[in-house]
């Protein structure tokens, strides 16, 4: 008899996702949506992109305070940069006015969502991030980024 689970991994090493880029790559995500929010929450055209652009602002302070909990005490607080795209898509926003304004940064923002769920998706995968502690973190917060996700592709 043979019982298979793919919650145990024989291989420690067979992990492939370092901890800390895991924390690097999520945290430069989850700034870039709060540069999303910011710019969304400039001018909303709807009770509901205000409710929304408030509780994502929570919920990335939240989250990114939680994930610099997960780091070992003697490290600072992750600090990062946009990558280019990011840099090169706020740039484009910025120079879009009206309803187009709105719907790109709805449109950035769903994507966004995308690549977090994905970034968490493969942290939680047999051979995702090797710290369980911050593996186990990451397979808590995908059912909110997922109704993050949700949320935004409704006000579309």
């Known amino acids: 008899m043979f019982c298979i689970s793919s ?5 420690a090493e067979g992990y492939a996702i370092v ?3 895991f924390m690097v790559n999520v945290t430069r995500e989850q700034t870039f949506q709060m540069a999303l929010a910011e710019r969304l929450g400039k001018n909303p055209s709807r009770q509901k992109v205000e409710e929304i652009v408030n509780a994502r602002k929570k919920f990335s302070a939240n989250y990114i305070s939680e994930l610099n909990s997960l780091k070992p005490s003697s490290q600072n607080p992750l600090q990062v940069s946009f990558s280019d795209e990011q840099t090169n898509a706020l740039r484009a926003i910025d120079q879009i006015s009206g309803i187009s304004h709105e719907d790109k940064l709805l449109k950035e923002l769903m994507d966004s969502d995308q690549v977090m769920i994905a970034l968490h998706v493969k942290a939680v995968s047999n051979s995702g991030v090797s710290d369980e502690m911050v593996r186990n973190w990451a397979e808590q917060k995908l059912p909110a980024l997922r109704e993050n996700l949700k949320e935004t592709q409704n006000l579309k």
Do not use: I, L, M
Not at 7 to 11: G, N, R
């Open 7 to 11: 919650c145990h991994k024989e291989d």
């Open 19 to 21: 901890a800390h880029d």
